[in-house]
């Protein structure tokens, strides 16, 4: 049967298994929209900025380990995509990007609405295509959507000029398809997971090293089922976190900058990593020549790329994270680490984590661990910064992919949007984005897409009136210049001003306001008793997304802290620690 | 250290600015690239010169194995190869002058290709380091201008690298 170009790109979706997409209309798609309209088996969520639709598919894909799918015009709308498809491809989420163009004979031309939007993501996606051909069409989908799920999974982005998605052909989505210079490595060498073994066994301090791998893997299970028979602890990256319990007597935490004291002191002291699915990134490793200056390491990933490029490797295994410890389970067994295990707990006894009460104002540490009391399964969502920090290190994670944050690009506005793809993947389960006052309002917009498809997202927004990382910084390095941090600042305002007095702005904007012209559910919450209930009031709500409102310690920082450049072990612990 | 690093590619739209961008992208030092057809018109080959240490070598090479449009890459530095240069030299030249240019030329094996009434243009083949020895006797005389081709190579036998 003929069909068209947007036909056969909607049959593509369909043998994907596409359920939803994310996307935002224009000229150069209409096409693809009229083919999806009233499409009974193709929800499309319209969002209300083409970076929000990236980010809302991205939380979709990161939440299942599914393709997420997105759908631009050309031009302004695709550019609109950057930033959300350069934080997938820096935290390894499976998407497929489909953008507009101009028709074939105006590309080049300047036309109206045209950017060369290849071009433009050459270097932040897995892989990209624009079609020139019709017949090249179905193809070109296959490979997108094999590339972007398979290996180390990314954004792969297709840009469709417009008479391309007009043009009729007798054809249908291919079956298979084979990629001659792509051919990713998924079974680990034998011989080099062996040799981990050994080493592991022999190790007098050993560590397991999680990153976001271990979760795109599916390998959380068999990694749990490996640490329970061997008994060594655990560290993690930021991405991660939810590998392990977070409770659990064997999880030392987070490493890095802002790493917990066990996990950095650990880190430190041990004689062996054995690192999966991380690239012992600088927040988490500190000063290089200082990280973990006793310790062998051994290296699962299945990106050849990240082993051994920032730290030296003695067993690289070049692999998928589930198979190789799927393989590596049956040759381990019970480490014989007394007094290693005896010293981390030393270490964490020492300084654990410590929820610091607020002296005015409400305290985020307290917050977020009264989120984790009343919903201890959600799926948490962060935006940048310090709210990212508060919220990895004082949720009680006990599930594989319940943490979704930029980790490596590090967006700010990434978490509402990623939040409601979240929610639309996992309708039966609480969806939180903890985020602060500043990195909510870059995609705040959301609020209507969320409205409009009827999703109970909760947004704790955790408002202390500044862009509180860079403040933090600012306290700590720059004697307290709050340079274009303060979000109440006015030009009234005295100069060299550092602290809030009471001539400030209560407010900017009014949220609770702005959650009720969106008609979302606002709520502002100023004392500590105030946080129960209030979480507890939001998960009441079934269709309509909640924004709650809590005014935090204007100066809460967030703690532990390693300067940055310095050690991971010479940690600032907080004020009078 | 100096890599000839030789990959067979897809003969794609964006190929050759997929390859410059990741080397601008992550500070890698590209010396020449040179692009051109195979005996199969879906694939080309690339042969790139690059210069780093080993470990930059070795993450220029885990960068590139990376791209999807990359089918094969191997590193011919330390194989047994065969690599040649092209480089075309125009310099000024009086009628007194040619007789010696020609001498020149006839030790390095270069050919003339023009001869005008006040300069000529030299052809000349080989590795690298005999094109740099060759400018070097030539910077005596007025070098006018002068185009380079990059570095093609292939490793010695009979084994094909596909």
Known sequence: ?577 | MTHVISMLVENHQGVLARIAGLFSGRAYNLESLTVGATNDSSVSRITLVCKGDDNVIEQIKKQLNKLIDIIKLVDLTGLQTVHRELALIKIAATPAQRGEIFQVADVFRAKVLDVGLDNMILEVTGSSEKIDDFLLILQSYNILEMARSGLVAMERGKKAKK
């Open chain 1, 1 to 577: 049967m003929e069909k068209n170009g947007a036909q056969l790109i909607v049959e593509a979706l369909k043998k994907e298994g596409v359920k939803v997409i994310f996307g935002f209309p224009g000229g150069a798609v209409i096409p693809i929209f009229d083919v999806l309209f009233n499409d009974p088996d193709i929800h499309v969520v319209l969002t209300r900025h083409e970076q929000a639709a990236v980010h809302a598919a991205d939380g979709y894909a990161r939440s299942t380990g599914k393709t997420g799918v997105c759908l631009v015009t050309s031009g302004p709308g695709a550019t609109n995509t950057v930033t959300g498809i350069a934080t997938a491809n820096f935290d390894s989420v499976p998407l497929v990007c489909l953008t507009g163009q101009v028709p074939r004979n105006m590309i080049g031309n300047d036309a109206f609405q045209e950017a060369d939007i290849v071009g433009i993501t050459r270097p932040i996606t897995k892989n990209n295509y624009i079609i020139t051909d019709r017949a090249e069409l179905g193809r070109t989908l296959k490979e997108a959507f094999y590339i972007a799920s398979t290996g180390r999974p990314g954004p792969v982005l297709i840009d469709f000029p417009k008479d391309i998605l007009n043009a009729k052909l007798n054809d249908s989505y291919p079956e298979s398809v084979s990629i001659r210079g792509y051919n990713p490595v998924i079974k680990g060498h034998p011989g080099q997971i062996k040799k981990a073994a050994e080493t592991l066994h022999k190790a007098k301090k050993p560590l397991f090293y999680v990153g976001g791998g271990i979760h795109i893997a599916g390998a959380v299970d068999v990694f749990r089922k490996v640490v329970k028979k061997t008994g060594i602890p655990v560290i993690s990256s930021l991405m991660g976190i939810g590998a392990l319990a977070t409770d659990d007597p064997l999880n030392l935490g987070m490493i890095g900058m802002h790493g917990t004291y066990p996990g950095n002191m650990a880190v430190t002291e041990c004689d062996l990593i054995l690192g999966i699915g991380t690239r012992f990134d600088d927040r988490a490793t500190g000063k290089l020549s200082e990280f973990a200056p006793h310790a062998r390491i051994v290296h699962i990933d299945i990106d050849p790329a990240s082993i051994a490029r920032n730290v030296a490797v003695e067993i690289p295994i070049v692999g998928d994270a589930r198979q190789v410890l799927e393989e590596l389970l049956p040759q381990v067994k019970q480490s014989q680490i007394d007094g290693w295990i005896k010293q981390v707990k030393e270490w964490q006894q020492a300084h654990p984590l410590k929820i610091e009460e607020g002296n005015i104002r409400l305290s985020p540490s307290r917050i977020v661990h009264t989120i984790s009391e009343v919903f201890p399964d959600a799926i948490i969502a962060t935006e940048v910064g310090q709210n990212q920090m508060w919220a990895a290190l004082f949720y009680n994670y006990k599930h594989t992919r319940s943490l979704l944050t930029s980790g490596g690009l590090g967006t700010m506005g990434y978490g509402f949007p990623a939040a409601i793809g979240a929610q639309v993947a996992n309708p039966d389960k609480t969806v939180i984005d903890i985020a602060g006052d500043g990195s909510i309002q870059m995609n705040i917009q959301e609020l209507a897409t969320a409205v409009q498809e009827e999703l109970p997202v909760i947004v704790a927004i955790l408002n202390n009136g500044y862009l509180g990382m860079v403040r933090q910084w600012q306290e700590m390095f720059f004697d307290k210049r709050y340079s274009s941090t303060c979000l109440n600042r006015r030009p009234s305002c005295p100069p060299g001003c550092k602290h809030p007095g009471e001539n400030c702005l209560v407010y900017n904007p009014d949220f609770i306001k702005l959650a009720q012209a969106y008609d979302a559910i606002g709520l502002r919450v100023s004392k500590t008793e105030e946080i129960k209930p209030a979480l507890v009031e939001a998960g009441k709500s079934k269709n309509r997304p909640v924004l709650i409102d809590f005014l935090i310690e204007y100066e809460a920082n967030v703690w532990p802290m390693v300067p940055p450049g310095g050690a991971n072990s010479d940690m600032l612990l907080g004020e009078g620690r």
